[in-house]
T-cell receptor, first 110, second 110 residues
Framework: NAGVTQTPKFRVLKTGQSMTLLCAQD?????MYWYRQDPGMGLRLIHY???????AKGEVPDGYNVSRLKKQNFLLGLESAAPSQTSVYFC?????????FGPGTRLLVL | GQQVMQIPQYQHVQEGEDFTTYCNSS?????IQWYKQRPGGHPVFLIQ?????EVKKQKRLTFQFGEAKKNSSLHITATQTTDVGTYFC??????????FGAGTRLFVKA
């Protein structure tokens, strides 16, 4: 039982490049979330999903897109990366209020 | 929208001293959760409180939920270097999202 996994662990992008972050969970959770965390800051919700095939905007959705084609996977896409998107990205899943986080993806945009 | 405010933002303690972080809301909360994030790690769920005046203990950690369900506290007795990290309180927004406080960063000097 791996819980929540994220790939890649670390990535460096140039401004304007695109990439997709993958989150996978094996707990059969309905709800999945993408957060970003900047140094010394809390967690800011980017997008979330309440079930397969559904997505919704969070607090800071601009510049990101998501897809939930399978219940166990939640993808976060950056179409044209900007330096302001340098951050640590956490995926989380939940069945109710308690959230289970993945190990994070550290993204550096130059 | 619903918000939870955490104080202090950070605290430095000598190993063996006690530590308390507070979480406050202007509205009644249905529940309060506490998470711990070690430096370089991801948030990990510690506990959830749902009842007015509830007190729960985990070894040296004591969690309280206020009588009015508008505040909560996490108290660590006799801190150890393993307690270093950021402690977040969080609450459900009544829908599908979890609202996180900004966190209290704990530094422990050996």
């Amino acid at each position: 039982n791996a819980g929540v996994t994220q790939t890649p662990k670390f990535r460096v992008l140039k401004t304007g490049q695109s990439m997709t972050l993958l989150c996978a969970q094996d707990m059969n959770h309905e709800y999945m979330y993408w957060y970003r965390q900047d140094p010394g800051m809390g967690l800011r919700l980017i997008h979330y999903s309440v079930g397969e095939g559904t997505t919704a905007k969070g607090e800071v959705p601009d510049g990101y897109n998501v897809s939930r084609l399978k219940k166990q996977n939640f993808l976060l896409g950056l179409e044209s990366a900007a330096p302001s998107q340098t951050s640590v990205y956490f995926c989380a899943s939940s069945a109710a209020e308690t959230q289970y986080f993945g190990p994070g993806t550290r993204l550096l945009v130059l | 929208g619903q918000q939870v405010m955490q104080i202090p933002q950070y605290q430095h303690v000598q190993e063996g001293e006690d530590f308390t972080t507070y979480c406050n809301s202007s509205t009644t909360l249905s529940n309060i959760q506490w998470y711990k994030q070690r430096p370089g790690g991801h948030p990990v769920f510690l506990i959830q409180l749902v009842k007015s005046g509830e007190v729960k203990k985990q070894k040296r950690l004591t969690f309280q939920f206020g009588e009015a369900k508008k505040n909560s506290s996490l108290h660590i007795t006799a801190t150890q270097t393993t307690d270093v990290g950021t402690y977040f309180c969080a609450t459900g927004d009544g829908g599908f999202k979890t609202i996180f406080g900004a966190g209290t960063r704990l530094f422990v000097k050996a």
